[in-house]
């Protein structure tokens, strides 16, 4: 690492890490790797999952079932990961207590999960009349069991984090990603879409078994942690948490209320949700890729703006958002370039339907994970409010542009690109709004020359794709390898990527 210690002379030695520093630096790089891989796993799988359903479930039926997967997760996500990281807090304060500290977080949610869960199960008429879909209410009820379990679920990870058992932790999401893609393509497969949500249900039940036998039920001891303040605590994060997966699924249900509205029949409002999920299970790789990036960046931010070092912060500023924004156009351009080839690849021909939308759906998907990126950094330097406006501004643009424009269009291929498009704006916006912020208040952001030579690469990239022949799957696959190597050669031909860039991958994997 460069950079001079603060009171060193110019004769010291390089100041090497204490033994304790250099053991937690070896813990929290294992960490990173197994929590890394098992995230990657699990996005793999869940993309997967999504692909090998629509093999399986007609386009109507592959639409409803992520209409109500979508809803759920709204609420279910974000109790999950505000739960996991106030377990987590407050067992590493003090790993004595990490007992006292999971029964507290088990009596909490057996209260919250099972509320969320029971509201579920009594509102699904007006959750199924909320997307126009009175026919889904049965399928709100069979996963209203989902937010009890994964609530109790969240309590064990937690504590395996705060505990530092990275592996066990690492374990429960590979475990959990491999059940329920089994459980869900297996139950759609036996019984259709009930089938899909039984499985979903059943994976939740296996994993919270198998993490409570990892982890271990909390025994009975002396001492008593408050419920209360993980309580309080949770408050602090789930609304960040809700708007995030607000911002991440609300387009599906929305465009789902829409269709239902104006469609002929229900059977072709669902076509349409269907048709729009396969859409969004491709354009939210991007997303999906930068998150890796928002791993990195947060404990350096965290630092430097601790210790008030404003130039190493718009460092890290600058560089993270420049490799994030080179990554997500690289994804960008090669899904969008011959978004006809993309679904052929990977969906059945009735899926093509959304073929049109796919290159808008892209853009804005890429501009919410540069979002994702600069929302990390906002949180890791203490800004959680802006975090929040920018989700809000994202949620709110997106669905006002949609409440104008989408009910408007004739339900069929128009209204796939029109909620695209209307969800995308909010996206654009909302990232325009943390660039501008972190800009003013932390001095960093993408170079302007680096936004200039990839947008070049991009067009560049963009222009040959749509001009090489070639069709079907091979041809497909073809196009899109010379999409990506014209992106990386034009980045590299206008000196946007150069040996500096490879020293530091270089250095990368060598730690690593």
Request: hydrophobic content about 60%; some cysteine; proline content about 4%.
């Given at each position: ?228 303040r993980l309580l309080l605590f949770m408050g602090e994060v789930v609304a960040y948490g ?271």
């Amino acid at each position: 690492m460069s950079g001079g210690s603060a009171g060193g002379g110019a004769s010291s030695p390089p100041e090497r890490p204490t033994a304790p520093a250099a053991a937690v630096s070896v813990v929290a790089g294992r960490g990173a790797l197994f929590i890394g891989g098992a995230k990657a796993f699990f996005m793999l799988s869940g993309f997967l999952q999504n692909v090998f359903l629509t093999r399986i479930l007609g386009v109507a039926e592959f639409g409803a079932y992520s209409v109500v997967t979508k809803v759920v997760s709204i609420v279910n996500n974000a109790v999950v990961q505000s739960t996991i990281q106030s377990v987590s807090k407050f067992t590493a304060e003090d790993d004595v207590r990490a007992g006292e500290v999971k029964r507290a977080g088990l009596r909490m949610q057996l209260v919250l999960g099972g509320a969320i869960g029971l509201a579920f199960f009594a509102f699904a008429p007006l959750f199924a009349d909320a997307v126009k879909a009175p026919d889904y209410t049965d399928w709100f009820r069979i996963v209203a069991i989902i937010p009890f379990l994964y609530a109790l679920y969240a309590v064990f990870v937690g504590s395996a984090n705060g505990l530092r058992r990275f592996r066990a932790q690492a374990g429960f999401d590979v475990g959990f990603s491999t059940a329920k893609t089994v459980l869900v393509l297996g139950g759609a497969a036996a019984l259709g879409t009930s089938g899909a949500f039984a499985g979903f249900a059943a994976a939740a039940a296996v994993i919270l078994v198998a993490a409570a036998r990892v982890m271990g039920l909390p025994a009975r001891t002396g001492g008593a942690f408050p419920a209360r303040r993980l309580l309080l605590f949770m408050g602090e994060v789930v609304a960040y948490g809700l708007l995030l997966n607000l911002a991440l699924n609300y387009d599906l249900p929305l465009l789902r209320r829409f269709a239902g509205a104006a469609a002929a029949t229900a059977d072709q409002a669902s076509v349409l949700a269907g048709a729009y999920e396969a859409l969004r299970t491709v354009a939210l790789l991007p997303n999906q890729a930068l998150i890796v990036i928002t791993f990195v960046i947060f404990p350096l931010v965290s630092r430097s703006t601790f210790a008030e070092d404003r130039q190493a912060t718009a460092a890290y500023v600058t560089q993270s958002l420049r490799y994030a924004f080179i990554l997500a156009a690289a994804m960008g351009v090669v899904l969008a370039a011959r978004p006809a080839a993309v679904l052929g690849i990977l969906y059945k021909p009735e899926y093509g339907l959304g073929a049109a939308a796919l290159p808008i759906l892209v853009t804005g998907q890429c501009c919410l994970a540069l979002s994702a990126v600069a929302c990390a950094i906002l949180n890791a330097a203490g800004r959680v409010r802006m975090a929040l406006v920018v989700v809000a501004a994202t949620v709110a643009v997106g669905a006002a542009v949609a409440a104008i424009t989408v009910p408007r269009v004739v339900p069929g291929p128009a209204m796939l690109a029109a909620m695209a498009a209307a969800t995308s704006t909010g996206m654009v916006v909302g990232f325009l709004i943390a660039l501008a912020y972190l800009r003013a208040r932390l001095g960093g952001g993408p170079p302007g020359a680096t936004v200039l030579r990839v947008a070049a690469a991009s067009i560049a990239a963009v222009a040959v794709g749509r001009l090489l022949p070639g069709t079907g799957k091979i041809g497909g696959l073809a196009a899109l390898a010379v999409v990506g190597a014209v992106y990386l050669a034009a980045l590299v031909l206008f000196r946007e990527l150069g040996p500096a860039d490879r020293a530091k991958l270089g250095k990368i994997l060598r730690r690593g």
